[in-house]
């Protein structure tokens, strides 16, 4: 609605030059939670196959992670949404600062959606090893919130300091 008023008022190019501020309203918007599912696939895929590759005794079958010890599960939880959106968010506010042309934009959201999956990525599968070594004894299995926003922070704040600045 809000795009085809401006359209209408300010015409299409100015309409245009308004679009990053829309993109960044619609982070708001519900239909965030319809990649959810997608997202535990993919993380599911991706954290099994690291799983394989250190060699690790597990059974992985879809989202679930069978140890010696008991199973972790991959739940709607651990899809990433959280880091995924705030990623998507800190690259619309670079690109908005930094007036960024679409290029930039494009490669700037590009590559925080994928450092917000990676990180995901590798706190689950922190947490697949913690619980591998502490044969699913450690309280970090239940509480990992801040492990979460740790990692993040490690993936994100390198990127943000790195990010070119246009002045």
């Given amino acids: ?20 501020y829309l993109a960044l309203l619609s982070l708001s918007l519900p239909f965030w939670a319809d990649l959810v599912p997608a997202l535990v696939s ?24 069978t140890l010696p010890y008991g199973r972790l ?44 999956l990676v990180a995901n990525w590798v706190r689950i599968t922190i947490l697949v090893f913690v619980a591998y070594d502490t044969n699913m004894q450690s309280d970090l299995l239940t509480d990992h919130e801040v492990l979460g926003w740790i990692v993040f922070g490690a993936f994100v704040l390198p990127a943000l300091y790195l990010s070119p600045v246009r002045k």
């Fill in 1 to 20: 609605g809000m795009m085809g008023v401006s359209w209408a008022l300010l015409g299409l190019h100015r309409t245009l030059g308004f679009l990053p």
């Fill in 42 to 65: 993919l993380a599911s895929v991706v954290v099994g196959n690291w799983v394989r590759l250190f060699g690790m005794t597990a059974l992985i079958e879809g989202n679930s992670i």
């Fill in 73 to 116: 599960l991959i739940a709607d939880g651990c899809s990433g949404i959280r880091y995924f959106a705030i990623s998507v968010l800190l690259a619309m506010i670079t690109s908005i600062l930094n007036d960024y042309r679409w290029k930039g934009w494009l490669v700037t959201l590009a590559m925080a959606m994928l450092i917000g």
